[in-house]
């Protein structure tokens, strides 16, 4: 702009100069869906996003080939259960997830920072905030998405074993209450997964080292205590097993399952926690799902501000 | 063929910040344990070598080596910041070199040296075991810093495939199928420990000088791939 304005005399006719024109901007009259329908909206988007539904192809391999994963084993044991006729299911229902914990670990590890870490890199989190929801509605929408898919991703295989089950005529009341169970542990697994791979996720922006520390914690907490736990069984300490299972959260998930679910437990030696013990377990388990939330909401309570 | 820019850079990303303090954590993690095993149990060999082979070995090392190998590159190439360092007048070889010397030595620190302290802290080097598993913690740092490093450079999921093959492909199908023992890093660098502690307490699948041919192949292979890989590299847009 080299045109050399001309000096205007401030007191000169103020207002004759300054118009403001209508170019045809139009209000927004329409329904305004609000705070819960944004939270819904999220949540789903995050379901959807967290097995690659909306996304590009690349980035649905890896969540759809852990699903199979997951589901093989028990398809291959139902098979088995019905052409050998056999009288039980050869895995009971609680123990599935403990067996194929590896596979739900990668999982989460890898959908957690997929879920909040993009958000941080690309700081789109202030976006989301300067819309009607707020850090709680983030939380608890993102909170609830993982914790979905890791359920439908646990819980899947339990559906086919049950149906299974049915079809190779187990006795049906026994196996619902299996089932039913079961499906309670995994239920609890999941909100404990996706409230550790999330809190550990959401303080990374960088996807691959959320990566990285999610299964850091999981597999090197689960390896950690059961190798203690076999260290104690091997030195006739039996009494110990139960307590050092607290500090994994898979043996915790055992624990939890083995003193009120019905399960035998996997620690060596089949030292299940005792029912008093199984008390201090649930509520270390519920303690960590609150604390994981709480985090959370403190985590997100600075961020991108 | 090393480029003290790169590799202080590389260092920094790395290393920079809390990231330190994280990738330290896990080797603090395995000296606390084998300080209360020791308490616990006392000194015993057969304890020493389930701890040391278990959870160093089988976990801390191929995690750390994840770790610094797909951090040494990964992140620059899905930021795109890596496209600064490519127009620079240095080879791609060399690039991929100075970071894999890079990953190499953190992966080296910090799992091979605590995984000396973790053996000497267990039974105090008896029947050299703490020197048998640090000289395969040491081996299968080199060779798993150099398959890491490529995979950082051929996938943008490189973490996740890392840690599968880590984790499902030596842990899980290694213990099922005897076969993918021969195909194992792990093996190969317990065969070197084997040669070291001479004893019946160190075992391995494969035979040392499989191991050795098989570790150096991969190392020198998988290196010249992700030079290779790096001078054509396209980059993808986010997804």
Not at chain 1, 99 to 117: K, N, T
Not at chain 2, 166 to 191: C, D, K, M, N
């Amino acid at each position: 702009m080299a045109v050399e304005q001309p000096l205007q005399p401030a007191a000169a006719t103020p207002g004759d100069q300054t118009r403001i024109h209508n170019i045809g901007y139009r209000n927004y009259d329409g329904p305004r869906l609000g705070r819960s329908y944004a939270t819904r909206s999220l949540y789903s988007q995050s379901l959807r996003g967290a097995y690659g539904l909306g996304r590009s192809v690349k980035s649905k391999v890896l969540p759809m080939l852990l699903f199979v994963v997951m589901c093989v084993p028990a398809l291959i044991m139902v098979a088995v259960a019905v052409a050998t006729k056999l009288k039980d299911l050869p895995v009971d229902y609680t123990r599935y997830a403990i067996i194929m914990q590896a596979v739900i670990s990668l999982y989460v590890a890898s959908q957690a920072p997929q879920s909040v870490s993009r958000d941080l890199r690309f700081k789109t989190v202030p976006l989301y905030f300067s819309r009607p929801i707020e850090t709680a509605d983030y939380v608890r929408a993102k909170y609830a998405a993982l914790a979905s898919a890791m359920f439908i991703l646990t819980a899947a295989p339990l559906v086919v074993l049950y149906v299974g089950a049915l079809l190779a005529k187990l006795d049906f009341a026994d196996q619902t209450k299996g089932f039913g169970q079961g499906l309670v542990s995994v239920a609890l697994l999941s909100l404990l997964f996706a409230g550790i791979g999330l809190v550990i996720a959401s303080v990374t922006p960088r996807r691959g080292f959320g990566i990285a520390a999610v299964i850091a914690v999981m597999t090197i907490s689960y390896g950690a205590v059961s190798t203690l736990q076999a260290i104690a069984d091997a030195q006739g300490s039996s009494g110990a097993i139960p307590w050092i299972g607290l500090f994994s959260p898979v043996t915790l998930i055992d624990g939890v399952q083995s003193a009120f679910l019905g399960a035998s437990s996997a620690f060596p030696g089949e030292v299940g926690p005792s029912n008093g013990q199984g008390v201090v377990y649930v509520l270390v388990l519920l303690g960590l799902i609150a604390a994981c939330y709480g985090l959370l909401l403190r985590r997100y309570r600075k961020v991108g501000l | 063929m090393y480029d003290p820019t790169v590799a202080r850079l590389t260092y920094r990303a790395l290393l920079g910040r809390r990231r330190a303090l994280i990738l330290g954590a896990l080797p603090l993690l395995l000296i606390a344990i084998s300080v209360v095993v020791r308490g616990l149990a006392g000194a015993d060999d057969q304890t020493a070598s389930d701890l040391l082979g278990g959870l160093a070995l089988a976990t801390m090392v191929p995690i750390i080596g994840v770790i610094a190998g797909t951090g040494a590159i990964g992140p620059e190439i899905d930021d795109g910041s890596v496209v600064y360092l490519l127009s620079k007048p240095l080879k791609r070889p060399t690039i991929i070199f100075t970071k894999l010397i890079v990953a190499i030595a953190v992966t080296m620190v910090f799992s091979a040296l605590p995984t000396l302290i973790a053996g000497f802290i267990l039974n105090g080097n008896g029947q050299q075991i703490a020197v048998a598993y640090t000289v395969a913690a040491l081996v299968s740092s080199i060779a798993y810093a150099a398959l890491f490093l490529l995979l950082g450079t051929v996938s943008r999921h490189a973490v996740v495939f890392g840690l599968v093959y880590a984790l499902v492909w030596e842990a899980l199908f290694g213990s099922l199928v005897p076969g993918a023992r021969t195909l194992s890093v792990q093996q190969w660098s317990l065969a070197v420990a084997h040669k070291v502690a001479g004893g019946d307490l160190v075992t391995s699948d494969v035979g040392l000088t499989t191991a050795t041919v098989l570790l150096i192949a991969v190392t020198v292979l998988a290196t010249w791939y992700a030079g290779q890989k790096l001078r054509s590299l396209t980059l993808a847009g986010e997804e």
